[in-house]
């Protein structure tokens, strides 16, 4: 039996840790080459308490501002992606720091 996952760009939705106001945390895995990378915190703000039009025509400016920015202290591997109008960030996966 094929399990279909939901897709954001080149990121793959794995397994659903938990939905609020915001919307869902998922754990994630970018797609390299065909095949699952490196894990991810996805965060889909698809939640009531956002304001997700403007999310999404922001999402090109946050790449930008996530590019410049090389901090220690910030998640790495920065995601910002939209599916079918849903928009969603993420980083990498670190074991019990989720992006919450």
């Given at each position: 039996m094929v399990e279909i996952?939901?897709?954001?760009?080149?990121?793959?939705?794995l397994r659903e840790i938990f939905d609020d106001d915001l919307g869902h945390l998922y754990r994630a895995a970018a797609i390299d080459d065909g095949s699952l990378g490196r894990e991810l915190w996805l965060?889909?703000?698809?939640?009531?308490?956002?304001?997700?039009?403007?999310?999404?025509g922001?999402?090109?400016r946050a790449r930008e501002i996530a590019?410049?920015?090389?901090?220690?202290?910030?998640?790495?591997?920065?995601?910002?992606a939209?599916?079918?109008?849903?928009?969603?960030?993420?980083?990498d996966y670190t074991a019990g720091q989720p992006l919450n």
């Amino acid at each position: 039996m094929v399990e279909i996952h939901r897709r954001f760009d080149d990121v793959i939705v794995l397994r659903e840790i938990f939905d609020d106001d915001l919307g869902h945390l998922y754990r994630a895995a970018a797609i390299d080459d065909g095949s699952l990378g490196r894990e991810l915190w996805l965060r889909v703000l698809d939640g009531s308490g956002v304001p997700t039009r403007s999310v999404v025509g922001a999402i090109d400016r946050a790449r930008e501002i996530a590019d410049t920015l090389h901090d220690p202290p910030l998640p790495p591997g920065s995601v910002f992606a939209v599916d079918d109008g849903v928009p969603a960030i993420g980083c990498d996966y670190t074991a019990g720091q989720p992006l919450n």
